[in-house]
């Protein structure tokens, strides 16, 4: 059976939050679930059973489960998630990075019924590392390291308090800040000594958007890219460039997955 999946992007005012809130591929309305009540993903990755492989490969390489709750699709290593991928649960959805089938790495996560989204880095299935949670209208509720999935301090205060210094709104030197350059860059994440540093968003003056990791002012690690057409690529990244494996969602609802080396796909 053959999914077609299409990635709806939301994007909101770069005026008010310069970030662009993912929808869940093969859905224009991510709260088209509710539960009662939101509760922090905490538990293991549902263990793969051929049984439940509906299409692709479901062991080692790119597949879907389906499960009573939702689904998963994205690559597989051993039967488990592995790599880039997305879930969907009863009370929200996952569109991030998985190790060994625990969520691990860079990663979205969005409550239906609430419709926050938690972006930023996991370990082990919790919250760990750099990362901010937006609220339903995109409004910054938190930002800061996490651990065991609880924020450790809240470093976008001075954001969410709208402190203002010369292009920075937030703390552009320690903590969490928004900073806007004469040619129409922008960007909202983590400062350290005045440094883009670990984790953020970066908006481009062509409508681009990036949300991940950097490394010396250029993406690298982990992340997600938005173009102004639609597109959108969730996977690897060095130097600025897509590196490693990842999933590219066209706007016309095609999917290419696999392996890219300094820009070009592979295999």
Known sequence: MKLLLQLSILLVSLSVMGQGKPQPPGSSNSGSQTVATP???????????????????????YGKQQF???????????????????ETYANGYYLGFYNNGKREGFGNFGWNDTKDLYRGM????????????????????????????????????DYINNKKSTNCTG????????????????????????????FGTYSYPDGGVY???????????QGSYLWANGDFYIGGWSNGKRHGKGIYYYKNGSVKHGTWSEGTFIQ
């Open 39 to 61: 509760k922090v993903p905490t538990t293991k990755t549902t263990t793969t059973t051929t049984s439940n492989c509906v299409s692709g490969d479901c062991v080692n390489g």
């Open 122 to 157: 996991w370990r082990d299935n919790l919250r760990d590392g750099y990362g901010y949670i937006l609220d339903g209208n995109n409004h910054l509720k938190s930002a800061g390291v996490y651990r065991n999935s609880k924020i450790t301090v809240n470093e976008g205060m």
């Open 211 to 221: 949300h991940g990791q950097f490394s010396n002012g250029s993406r690298h690690g």
């Open 171 to 198: 703390n552009c030197l320690d903590g969490y800040g928004a900073y806007s350059w004469s040619n129409g860059d922008k960007y909202n994440g983590f400062f350290r000594n005045g440094r883009r540093t670990d």
């Open 68 to 86: 009573d709750s939702g689904y998963y699709e994205g690559f597989f290593k051993n039967g488990m998630p592995h790599g880039p991928g997305y």
